[in-house]
């Protein structure tokens, strides 16, 4: 009976604990390499990788990324190319906005919430304030520039005294990526290299427990 009851119920038990730690090992261990492939990741990026966990009825753990972050990351992951109908966040936009060298940017290294829109907002006051101060306009004002001849178009910083025009982010029709990520491939090898220890010390611990 003892040997009925470890068979039935400690060992899908065991099974099912040491699939999780696993998946939560593979987990952490994405997470920990994701600094490496990107530069400056944020929280949220950080965070995309989860796993389901398995049960003593159903014995499979699935590691997975987030919906909403593997609504950009599937280009990190499988390469393809990225159009503005892409944009989660803005589904009616007519182009993608990608930053410049010189544009502002946050810790992420990734434009700040609201920048480009700040942008459009400086660069209507600053047509404005030209149109009323003709040639004594601002040393530095922001300009929206439409994209023509093959150049891309965007916000610019002009400098009236040097006559230069300095790129803050560009609007473009597409973005091509190629794949980087490695995550399935990352997932696949921490798990055929320690799934089996994880399995071992669960079942372990159960049959130490038992006797």
Known sequence: MELQRIASKDIPYALAQGLNEAAKAARDHVKQELPNIFQNTNAFTRNAVSFTPATKSYQTATIFIKDQQAKYLQFEEYGGTRTPADNSVNPSAKALV???????????????????????????????????????????????????????????????????????????????????MGFHQKVEQFLNKNTNHYLSQAIDRILTKGK
Request: no cysteine.
């Open 98 to 180: 990608v930053a410049a060298p010189n544009a502002k940017k946050n810790a992420s290294g990734a434009l700040p919430k609201g920048y480009v829109k700040s942008l459009a907002q400086k660069a209507m006051q600053d047509l404005q304030r030209a149109k009323s101060a003709g040639r004594k306009g601002k040393a530095q004002s922001i300009l929206k520039i439409q994209g023509k001849n093959g150049k891309s178009g965007g916000f610019f910083l002009y400098n009236r005294q040097q006559r230069s025009l300095t790129r803050l982010v560009s609007f473009v029709n597409k973005t091509s990526y190629k794949p980087k």
